[in-house]
Structures are given as C-alpha cells and as structure tokens.
C-alpha cells in the first residue's frame, strides 16, 4: 500500500501561481506513474497530470496544458504539481495517485489509495 500526503494548496487571485506537493511512503514509489487529479465542488473527480516512473514523460488534461508542470524527485519520494495563470476554474480539492495508468483516452489510479487532498482556492 501506499501512502500520500499533499500540501500546498492555498487561495490565490487568478493569475496567481502555488506548487503542490505529495509526499508518499510505503511501496517503491519510483516504480509508478504518478499523478494528480482534481474535485470541484457538484463535480466528480478529474484527471490533471501524469508523469512517468522515470519522469521521461508527461500527460496533461487539455484544461491546464501548458499552464501546469508535473515532475518528481524519486530520492525524496515526492511529487509536485507546479501550477501558473491559475483561473477560477481550477479551483478544486486536488489529491495525487499512485499507480496510474491509461485506458483509451481516460485515466485512473490502479492503487486506490488516496490522501485528504489539498484545497486549491482562486478567486477572480
């Protein structure tokens, strides 16, 4: 099992920047696609971002192309989501996933594992 701990969310004006963090412990982390998906309120749970165990590739929800960055540090066992021209739209709970993989052009995290989540807040 794996387990997650984001931090870094926060309210911001739109156009503003955060980075998110997920700390995981537990099984290898390097081994995995990592991931972060979103929740809005009245809303169901949506992909954002992946990146490869190795950090070769990366995968965007068309939403935040070229506005977020995913990357990983496999030492620290950790994943960020850095996250800029923030819009009002993205505010959401956002939680990161371990394990993800592709079905046709969905996503989803075969370890069902989940942290608390971190509130991403931006106001217009």
């Known amino acids: 099992q794996v387990q997650l701990v984001e931090s870094g969310g926060g309210l911001v004006q739109a156009g503003g920047s955060l980075r998110l963090s997920c700390a995981a412990s537990?099984?290898?982390?390097?081994?995995?696609?990592m991931g972060w998906f979103r929740q809005a309120p009245g809303k169901e749970r949506e992909f954002v971002a992946a990146?490869?165990?190795?950090?070769?590739?990366?995968y965007y929800a068309d939403s935040v192309k070229g506005r977020f960055t995913i990357s990983r540090d496999n030492a620290k066992a950790t994943l960020y989501l850095r996250m800029n021209s923030l819009k009002p739209e993205d505010t959401a709970v956002y939680y990161c996933?371990?394990?993800?993989?592709?079905?046709?052009?969905?996503?989803?995290?075969?370890?069902?594992?989940w942290g608390q989540g971190t509130q991403v807040t931006v106001s217009s």
């Open positions: 990146i490869s165990w190795n950090a070769y590739n990366t």
């Open positions: 537990g099984r290898t982390f390097s081994s995995y696609t």
């Open positions: 996933a371990a394990d993800l993989r592709r079905q046709g052009s969905s996503w989803y995290a075969y370890i069902d594992s």
